[in-house]
């Protein structure tokens, strides 16, 4: 193999199973999750090991899905600007059909605008099948972005890409309007299990959720961010499933929320940009195809469907990570003594276990 497409070995061990039940998906599965970091594959384990404690898994809701494209026109003036984010609206359904002829699973729902001095940014909205949609929304836009220059005067071309999108960079437009999948996850701890498996106790799960997660990332300044460490398991997912990797800074944006009910633990996070595909570029590896296919995200279906399950299986794994660590947390030192234990020789990871 040339050294221009060599492989570069990522330590990958699936853990698991963990139980997932929702709109999308009723299952039990294990995961697979590329990592330098050792300690997260038996961090994620422990959730999941929760998760088939209880009746219901974790309950994970596809709430919305859009992939979007912002482009960047130029009017002559601010009223010239407004004129033609008017004419965009009432052209709506020309607009779908242009789209239409773009690609066989490309579908525009929806388009945004916001005006500054005479500059028009627009944000088309798409769905884009089992693919996480790139591609396919430069594409359309680009044709879209064509015909308006053609038929609506005063306006010049900006940019393909406008930044109002908001692509690979952590922003709060991402979590207001949504680009990808939007996934809330779930799960009710009862107080047992909390004790037996987690160490803890549902109370101070909550108090380091809100002091931590909460207040502390206030005062860091995070960008609509409330959480430990979303970002190592989608990071992992995304690597053994052929995912963009880059698309964690804005996934990676999400809440955690904790709860005591009466001893018993209701655990949330909350993934609006959740950016994941079955198809597409980095899905013809072979390993690749073989985890996406014992995930359940090779079967014959209606587009979208694959990529549905995708989504909710990351987010499910995310929420197993998360909740370990916050736990792990509530105790002085357990942190620390598991990573001391668990890197102490790296050399003993195995590729692919």
């Known amino acids: 193999m040339s050294e221009a497409h060599a492989i570069a070995g990522v330590p990958m061990k699936w853990v698991g199973p963990l139980r997932i039940s929702g709109n999308i ?18 961090s994620v384990g422990r959730g999941a090991k929760v998760s088939m404690l209880t009746e219901q898994g974790i309950v994970a809701t596809l709430v919305d899905e859009r992939m979007t494209r912002s482009v960047l026109v130029e009017a002559t003036d601010a009223a010239t600007a407004l ?35 005479n500059l028009l940014f627009i944000r088309f909205e798409f769905a884009t099948g089992d693919a996480s949609g790139h591609n396919m929304a430069t594409l359309a836009s680009d044709a879209l972005l064509k015909h308006l220059l ?21 922003t709060a437009i991402n979590g207001i309007l949504g680009r990808g999948k939007n996934v809330v996850t779930e799960l009710l701890i009862p107080r047992r299990i909390v004790t037996d498996v987690l160490h ?32 190592n398991m989608l990071l992992g997912f995304y690597l053994a499933t052929g995912q963009d990797a880059a698309n964690i800074v804005e996934g990676s944006q999400g809440v955690t929320m904790a709860e005591d009910r009466d001893g018993d633990l209701y655990f949330s996070c909350t993934l609006p940009n959740l950016i ?14 073989t985890n996406l296919t014992r995930l359940g995200c090779r079967t014959e279906a209606e587009p979208g469907h694959n990529a549905r399950r995708l ?11 998360e909740l370990s660590l916050l736990a792990a ?17 790296t050399t003993t990871a195995k590729v692919g276990a």
């Open 25 to 42: 998906a009723d299952t039990e599965t294990h995961v697979p999750l590329a990592t330098y970091e050792s300690p997260l594959w038996p």
């Open 83 to 117: 004129r033609a984010a008017q004419s965009i609206e009432t052209h709506i359904d020309e607009l779908r059909d242009i789209v239409r002829g773009c690609s066989r699973f490309a579908r525009l729902i929806g388009v945004r605008h916001e005006i500054t001095a």
């Open 150 to 170: 053609h038929t609506i005067p005063g306006i010049s071309y900006g940019s393909i890409s406008g930044n109002y999108c908001t692509d690979k960079k952590a």
């Open 200 to 231: 803890t106790t549902a109370a101070k799960v909550v108090e380091l959720n809100i002091r931590k997660n909460l207040l502390g990332t206030l005062l860091a300044g995070g960008i609509r961010s409330a959480n430990a460490h979303f970002a």
């Open 276 to 289: 994941v595909g079955t198809v597409g570029n980095g899905k013809g590896l072979g390993f690749v195809e």
């Open 311 to 321: 989504a909710v299986i990351a987010a499910a794994t995310v929420l197993c990570g």
């Open 329 to 345: 947390q509530t105790n002085p030192g357990e942190l620390m003594r598991a990573h001391i234990q668990l890197e102490r020789d």
